[in-house]
């Protein structure tokens, strides 16, 4: 069964801090892994591309481990625009993607 | 910036009407999809479509659901039957191409409810 696994949270958290939330899927054959954010009741959008090496893309940083089949983000300084939720989607071996089910961030002022 | 628009953006059926949600992808993109999201629960993929047939559906993506490109701009999808589990929000999606790297991007989706 294919499968992306997120905590659902609510992730409560003041601003300025750092958060991470990570994410497990099941097939080892995924191909590629991303992070989009969706905002209430708003299409998801492409937050950033998770690379084997890790990547940083100002105050977020993806990281992927394929051997435990995990990823991550880490939001740094968080701003009170960071409150959405953050959907951990992974690209399968037919170009489909599996979506998580979201975690959801709220940053407290 | 181009985007991809969809209409309408809330569509209110009676159960077993046909409904058509309609969905303009960016001009130059190839690969479109279709995807849906049920109030609270995950995205879900439904279809995609290049070279003017289906690539993958899933298997929500049964006989009651088909798409079209009855034009060079607009993609539709089309429900037959429409079932009050059919109740979601239905998101159109686009790339220039089919692979790892390439961004799909959503349209704002519509919102289906099915009474």
């Known amino acids: 069964r294919k499968e992306v696994e997120q905590d659902p949270g609510p992730f409560n958290v003041p601003e300025g801090a750092t958060v991470a939330f990570n994410c497990t899927y099941s097939?080892?054959?995924?191909?590629?892994f991303f992070w989009y954010r969706q905002d209430c009741r708003k299409e998801p959008k492409l937050l950033m591309s998770?690379?084997?090496?890790?990547n940083e893309d100002g105050r977020f940083t993806a990281q992927l481990n394929r051997a435990s089949q995990y990823i991550s983000l880490l939001i740094r300084d968080s701003k009170l625009s960071d409150s959405a939720t953050y959907l951990c989607?992974?690209?399968?071996?037919?170009?489909?993607?599996?979506w998580g089910a979201g975690t959801k961030l709220i940053i407290k002022p | 910036e181009p985007e991809v628009t969809q209409t309408p953006s809330h569509q209110v059926t009676q159960m077993g009407q046909e409904v058509i949600l309609r969905c303009v992808p960016i001009?130059?993109?190839?690969?479109f999809y279709w995807y849906r999201q049920i109030l609270g629960q995950k995205v879900e993929f439904l279809v995609s479509?290049?070279?003017?047939?289906?690539?993958?559906k899933s298997e929500i993506f049964d006989d009651q659901f088909s798409v079209e490109r009855p034009d060079g701009s607009n993609f539709t999808l089309k429900i037959r039957s429409t079932k009050l589990e059919d109740s979601a929000m239905y998101f159109c999606?686009?790339?220039?191409?089919?692979?790892?790297?390439?961004?799909?991007?959503f349209g704002p989706g519509t919102r289906l409810t099915v009474l």
């Open positions: 999606a686009s790339s220039e191409e089919l692979g790892a790297k390439d961004e799909q991007f």
């Open positions: 001009s130059n993109h190839l690969y």
């Open positions: 479509f290049y070279n003017n047939e289906i690539s993958e």
């Open positions: 097939n080892s054959a995924s191909q590629s």
């Open positions: 998770v690379y084997s090496s890790g």
């Open positions: 989607v992974v690209l399968d071996s037919n170009y489909q993607l599996i």
